[in-house]
């Protein structure tokens, strides 16, 4: 591995207030984060906003306690059939699964949204029994969909099509979900399971806790490991935004390799476009023909766990690619 490529970039957004787009450190900061985006499709954010605190209740008094519960309280965490609802709740041992297994939060920004869930897992608690775990996760996922979107008005300034930024945003919307892998290097089974992938949605931001496992490939194809810290996530490009940008950003390939003996937990906000998924004609001309055809989300994630899909390395080209 070159030495250059032995890490990822850093960035540092403690002096970018999500709020106040364009404030401060904003414009300082765009320019590295649409540098590191083009070159390796993510990048370790430094963000204290999401304090130490937090992420400590986050993972002790919230996901592990949910892992804890038996299999049949997980398996409440369901939204609806396939294939609309692919990947939207508990995935684990039914699914094919082996030592890995995830529950997920629709519209975790959402307060009702995060009670909703917790009422489904813990159906007996009495009233405000869950008000710590809703609080906790509410926050988490909060301060995360501001860094999320943040990041994402970023790119569309850095390519021009800021105008463009509320409307896309208006149809974004966010799933959460929390891992637990057991230690020791397992076999991926499951097409949505963190064996080498690239994500499907907008933008990724993974919270890693404590134990590491995370490792992202670069465009020479070296793989980079992702040391966890209290204070950075790491903010990763899917296939989604880099269909909408025409294919400016790298969506980088990923997986999870747990080496250590301790078990690893992680949570990501992802963020999700429920709209057709076009380039603007912004960013398409002659030196930036089109290169992929419009399409939606769901349907791109229903042909991603395909049989078809399985022979492409690069299911977004496979799917619609000009
Ligand atoms: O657990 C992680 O750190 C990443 C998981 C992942 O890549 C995914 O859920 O798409
Ligand atoms: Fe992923």
Known sequence: MSAEASQLPKIDLSGVDPSAPGAGAWPAVRAQVMGALAAFGCFVAHYPALTPELRAALFDGAVKPLFALPVDSKRRNYYGPEPEKFFHGYLGEPQGLDGQESLAIMDPTKHEAVRAFADLVWPD??????????????GAAKRMAELEEAVRRMVLEGLGVAERHEP????????FRMWRYDSGEKKFRHPGSPGPHQDTNALSVVCQHEVEGLEVRT????????EPSPASLVVMVGNALRAWTNDRLHAPFHRVIVRGDAPRYSAILFSIPGCKIQAPEELVDDEHPPRFKPYYHDDFVGFSVSEEAARHEDKLKAYCGL
Not at 125 to 131: L, Q, S, T
Not at 168 to 175: A, P, V
Not at 219 to 225: T, Y
């Open 219 to 226: 465009k020479a194809g070296d793989w980079i490991r992702v």
């Open 168 to 175: 896309l945003n208006e149809s974004t919307w966010h799933l």
């Open 125 to 138: 608690a009495g009233d405000g029994d869950n008000a710590g775990f809703c609080e906790t996760v509410h």
